[in-house]
């Protein structure tokens, strides 16, 4: 079966140490992977997006990288801050495969960063 | 506020009501999505648009979920004879359209509307 699979525990970690989230896919192979960030009670922020023959893509203090072989994607972020507390979610493009338009998501991390 | 808007942001009905959820997507955006998502999970896909049609529909999406964006902009979800199951966060997202059939752009979520059907 067709499975996007992200760390159902919460990740907690250190004022400025880096956080790292792992986004694990089968069966599946995405053009794109996006990440997205939601905080509670709100929608899904987009934060990046990488296509499957770029190998790591950076933004600020956020890096991903998405290895087509693993099945894989990496999100870190740099010298975290409480106010990346959030939960981060994984979103793949299976137009190719399926022919759907729509992303299809992880089930997201919970990043908790500690003062 | 020219992000995605969504009304009401907070509904709660009796099992067997029927609602209706609008969507206003940011307006240049084409392509509106409907989601739903419950606690601890995603948002899984719900319905798809391209201007007024709509493209492609997920098995979620019973025949008591209908959705509707009749002039290419704003959009209505309803749902008839609500289930306590129906009990979820509805999200709509727009993006832009792209070359060829791929979902490439990011995608702009609205704040969602909370369903609870006691």
């Known amino acids: 079966s067709q499975k996007i699979e992200q760390n159902s525990e919460a990740l907690n970690i250190q004022e400025g140490k880096t956080a790292t989230l792992t986004c694990n896919y089968t069966?599946?192979?995405?053009?794109?992977l996006q990440w997205y960030r939601q905080d509670p009670g709100r929608g899904p922020v987009f934060l990046l997006l990488?296509?499957?023959?770029?190998k790591e893509k950076r933004k600020e203090r956020l890096k991903v990288t998405f290895d087509t072989t693993l099945k894989q994607s990496l999100f870190h972020i740099t010298a975290s801050q409480p106010a990346d507390s959030a939960t981060y979610l994984c979103?793949?493009?299976?137009?190719?495969?399926?022919?759907?338009?729509?992303?299809?998501f992880g089930s997201g991390t919970r990043l908790q960063v500690q003062p | 506020d020219t992000g995605v808007s969504q009304d009401p942001r907070h509904k709660i009905t009796k099992r067997g009501q029927n609602v209706t959820f609008r969507c206003d997507p940011i307006?240049?955006?084409?392509?509106l999505y409907w989601y739903r998502q419950t606690l601890g999970q995603g948002p899984e896909f719900l319905t798809y648009?391209?201007?007024?049609?709509?493209?492609?529909k997920s098995r979620l999406l019973s025949d008591r979920f209908s959705a509707e964006r009749p002039k290419g902009s704003f959009s209505t979800l309803e749902i008839q004879r609500t289930e306590q199951g129906d009990s979820a966060m509805y999200l709509c997202?727009?993006?832009?359209?792209?070359?060829?059939?791929?979902?490439?752009?990011?995608?702009?979520f609205g704040p969602g509307t909370r369903l609870t059907v006691l």
């Open positions: 307006s240049e955006h084409n392509r």
């Open positions: 648009f391209q201007n007024e049609a709509q493209l492609e």
């Open positions: 979103a793949l493009d299976i137009s190719g495969d399926t022919g759907r338009r729509a992303l299809t």
């Open positions: 997202a727009s993006s832009p359209s792209s070359v060829g059939d791929s979902s490439y752009n990011e995608q702009f």
């Open positions: 069966n599946y192979s995405p053009a794109y």
């Open positions: 990488i296509r499957e023959n770029e």
